[in-house]
């Protein structure tokens, strides 16, 4: 088992830094199922390829198994994506590296410039740029084609 304080780490790709996370305390176990686990919550910060933050993920609690490639994000789980202005609230959310998603299973809340949507769950890709929300409610606002607003008023006459 190992331990650290005030961690940072940066992953990158081909020399561009792709993500950064930190922690006020990691703990490593590398047993039988090998994890890294942030007891004390952790923020993860996501780059474009000229380093500008595209999305972060905070939580109070996170653990990484590294052989499965999953991550758990549990008690106040907030997901921003900057470029949509859009944040997601939840207690828990899993990101499977392996198949590029994130989801929850509980109760979750995005809030977006002009709604505010709930839902029973929620699948996303892993830029929260795209996402499906179980059992949604909420108000918002519902935009019709051109050609309907186009056609609606030749109906009328």
């Known amino acids: 088992?190992?331990?650290?304080?005030?961690?940072?780490?940066l992953y990158s790709d081909s020399g561009l830094i792709q993500a950064s996370l930190t922690g006020p305390l990691m703990i490593r176990n590398d047993g039988d199922e090998s994890y890294i686990e942030f007891p004390e919550g952790f923020v993860v910060v996501f780059f474009d390829s000229?380093?500008?933050k595209k999305s972060e993920i905070t939580a109070d609690y996170g653990i990484s198994f590294?052989?499965?490639k999953i991550l758990e994000a549990k008690n106040n789980v907030v997901v921003l994506n900057l470029d949509k202005q859009e944040q997601l609230n939840t207690e828990h959310l899993?990101?499977?590296q392996n198949k590029h998603i994130i989801f929850s299973d509980v109760f979750v809340k995005i809030t977006t410039p002009d709604n505010v949507l709930y839902g029973d769950s929620l699948v996303s890709d892993e830029n929260f740029e795209n996402y499906t929300i179980?059992?949604?409610?909420?108000e918002f606002l519902i935009e019709t084609d051109q050609e309907e607003k186009e056609e609606s008023p030749n109906e009328l006459k």
């Open 134 to 138: 179980n059992n949604v409610s909420g």
């Open 50 to 52: 000229i380093m500008q």
């Open 1 to 9: 088992m190992e331990m650290a304080r005030d961690i940072e780490i």
């Open 66 to 68: 590294e052989a499965k």
């Open 94 to 96: 899993v990101g499977d």
